[in-house]
């Protein structure tokens, strides 16, 4: 009998041990202590409120209750908490929960909680869930509309045995009003989104790094004439042209965490045979490993620009053929200055090459050595390209240095043609120049005879 005030401790400690719970035969045996003694003293613990007990089968089974520190629970958690007697009559309320229900705890204690006219609790549906609560704990999400706002919280109802044996219910409300609506804000944004998305004229497509598509919206279903259904999930891939079908592969094996982005101009073969241009930008998403999880890629069809850009150097050749048959040195600018396009008569008439003045600076600098007559020169050419319109000339005449030093006194006649550039006819007038200084000798010389 001198070991008996150490029981209850040793049983404690044995169902702490085994929480799915323990038969009378169980704890004597691991205890050490004869049945109808562990049998006395299980009954004494259920009765304080320390050990529960469950029927199964014909046994009984003893686990350690659930006892609720009503300080700690109480006084150190953010939650809302609210705890019922057997009787679903309120007996203890948190400060957290009247100042978030604004309630006073007079009002409350001793009330049924159908009578005690709380938000979400003091409903017929709170009052089912505990009723119905066959397990220790059972959670739940409730929300509820007070002046045109919804709040949203989690309700957890805790089966609860106070210190004199009495069970009770202990109900947690986590208010999680701010999360919820965040999280609706963020799914109308993806809503919104998507809804962008899928109204683009661009194409927009996602697929993985095995070519499955994972998204395509309504604009690249209509270009290639393909339902969603028969896309998503599939490794579709329009028919490329060869050379493009190769600088694509090696345009998405070269994307790296550093590099994910890059585009790519590529034909593609319609069923009717159409050969069209698309333009794409591809992204790579890369994993926390550097491992490409899958491809954003937004596109767009530049067939028109294409045609438009051929048809434009086809007439780029022929005018070019045309100014290398002119008798006149001529040249084109564009309109930073630079020198795309100078015929065989310049280099005859000045020796410069088009890798000599590639700018319009390199032609200034070599053409106009004297510093101050070259500012003259840029001065006037400025004021000339601010004045001229498309189509309309402005003559000028200035001296020009050739490549072997000669001086020769140029007559200039620019033309700005419709996209911005300068098309420029040269005429060397130094003999002309002479002539004329020579009637003014002679003409002088005969005035004074």
Not at 109 to 122: F, R, T, Y
Not at 242 to 262: K, Q, V
Not at 336 to 360: C, K, Q, S, V
Request: a negative charge; proline letters at 4%; hydrophobic letters at 35%.
């Amino acid at each position: 009998m001198s070991h008996e005030p150490a029981i209850p401790d040793k049983i404690l400690r044995a169902l702490r041990l085994r929480p799915k719970g323990m038969t009378i035969t169980n704890i004597a045996k691991q205890i050490g202590v004869t049945r109808n003694s562990v049998s006395k003293h299980l009954e004494i613990l259920h009765i304080g409120g320390k050990v529960d007990v469950s029927i199964i089968g014909n046994a009984k089974l003893y686990s350690l209750a659930h006892y609720i520190p009503m300080s700690d629970f109480l006084c150190f958690t953010k939650n809302l908490i609210l705890i019922l007697d057997s009787g679903r009559r309120i007996t203890q309320v948190n400060d957290q929960f009247l100042d978030h229900f604004q309630i006073n705890k007079d009002d409350l204690i001793g009330l049924h909680i159908l009578d005690a006219d709380i938000p979400i609790i003091s409903t017929q549906e709170t009052l089912d869930i505990i009723e119905a609560t066959k397990t220790e704990r059972v959670g739940i999400d409730l929300s509820f509309c007070q002046n045109q706002d919804e709040f949203f919280y989690t309700m957890e109802v805790i089966k609860t045995r106070f210190e004199d044996g009495e069970a009770g219910v202990t109900i947690v409300l986590d208010n999680i009003t701010e999360r919820k609506r965040a999280e609706l804000a963020v799914r109308e944004s993806e809503e919104m989104y998507r809804n962008v998305v899928m109204d683009q004229t661009e194409f927009i497509c996602r697929f993985l790094p095995d070519g499955t598509h994972v998204f395509v919206n309504e604009a690249y279903c209509r270009y290639f004439g393909i339902n969603r259904e028969n896309i998503i999930g599939s490794r579709f891939k329009p028919a490329l042209h060869p050379d493009d079908r190769e600088r694509l592969a090696r345009l998405l094996s070269s994307r790296t965490p550093d590099n994910p982005t890059e585009s790519i101009d590529q034909r593609i073969y319609m069923p009717d045979g159409r050969e069209l241009w698309q333009r794409w930008n591809v992204r790579a998403v890369f994993d926390e490993n550097g491992i490409v999880r899958e491809y954003q890629s937004v596109g767009r069809d530049i067939t028109e620009q294409k045609n438009a850009e051929a048809q434009l150097r086809t007439s780029e050749g022929r005018l070019r053929h045309i100014i290398e048959l002119l008798p006149l040195a001529a040249a084109i600018i564009d309109p930073d200055g630079n020198y795309t396009f100078i015929n065989h008569r310049f280099t005859e008439m000045f020796g410069y090459t088009l890798e000599d003045i590639p700018a319009g600076k390199d032609w200034f600098t070599l053409a106009y050595p004297d510093p101050s007559y070259r500012e003259e020169v840029i001065a006037a050419w400025k004021a000339d390209r601010s004045a001229l319109r498309p189509g309309t000339a402005r003559p000028r005449k200035f001296w020009v240095q050739c490549r072997n030093g000669d001086t020769k006194l140029i007559f200039f006649q620019p033309v700005e043609l419709c996209e911005g550039s300068e098309f420029i006819l040269y005429e060397d007038i130094t003999e002309d120049r002479q002539v004329y200084d020579l009637l003014i000798n002679e003409i002088d010389q005969l005035r004074r005879e």
